[in-house]
């Protein structure tokens, strides 16, 4: 058996990788519902950032952390929290999105690494890659977290006046929180894979409905 070591640093630059709009899973195309709440004048400028501190605590951000941080766990049972993210998955959309960006995730992985890897949810799939790192788990998750409300940032940007440094702004200042939030996952069990953003929910279902749009949800 070939035993694969890898050193903090260049963990580090593979988290990168992983976590760059450049990593080919197609994240730029969703919104998860934020595109028509920002159609609807529900979320703008002056909204944004509470949205996102919602999705974080209460809503998406909250349980991909947690299925994250349960995918990192040694013993990990994979294909059983790839069907519990499916399941927590609100609407159509949401389910298409992170299991089609989970799939494209694990289909990179086992081009470039030659082993294969099974397509699953992208948080199942992304702390399933990153378990053996020697890294802090919180730093993963966080750093996972970020990436997510990096993609929700640059939708607002292409959909609203809303500024490159002005999004830039509102990513950094959620940063205290995306790191509180990993550190609160690491304790945290299946059962509080929870969520309580209804007008998220709502507005991700409406998504489906809308005649004329630019992202797949």
Request: hydrophobic share 50%; aromatic share 8%; glycine share 8%.
């Amino acid at each position: 058996m070939t035993i694969i070591t890898i050193t903090p640093e260049a963990a580090r630059l593979r988290l990168a990788q992983y976590l760059s709009p450049a990593f080919p899973v197609g994240g730029f195309a969703w919104s998860q519902g934020l595109e028509w709440a920002m159609d609807q004048g529900i979320v703008t400028r002056a909204t944004l950032a509470q949205w996102l501190a919602d999705w974080l605590d209460h809503g998406c951000g909250w349980t991909d952390a947690v299925l994250v941080a349960l995918s990192l766990r040694p013993g990990a049972e994979y294909p059983a929290l790839d069907d519990l993210a499916r399941a927590a998955c609100m609407s159509a959309q949401r389910l298409m999105e992170t299991v089609e960006q989970g799939a494209a995730f694990a289909a990179n992985l086992t081009a470039m690494t030659g082993r294969a890897h099974p397509a699953a949810a992208l948080p199942v799939a992304f702390g399933r890659a990153c378990a053996g790192f020697p890294l802090p788990a919180p730093e993963m998750i966080a750093a996972f977290l970020q990436a997510q409300a990096g993609s929700l940032v640059s939708a607002a940007i292409r959909f609203m006046p809303l500024g490159p440094v002005e999004g830039q702004r509102m990513i950094s200042g959620l940063q205290p929180a995306l790191l509180a939030t990993a550190a609160r996952t690491i304790s945290a069990s299946e059962a509080e894979l929870t969520s309580a953003t209804w007008g998220a929910d709502i507005a991700a279902m409406s998504h489906e409905t809308m005649s004329t749009r630019i992202f797949r949800s």
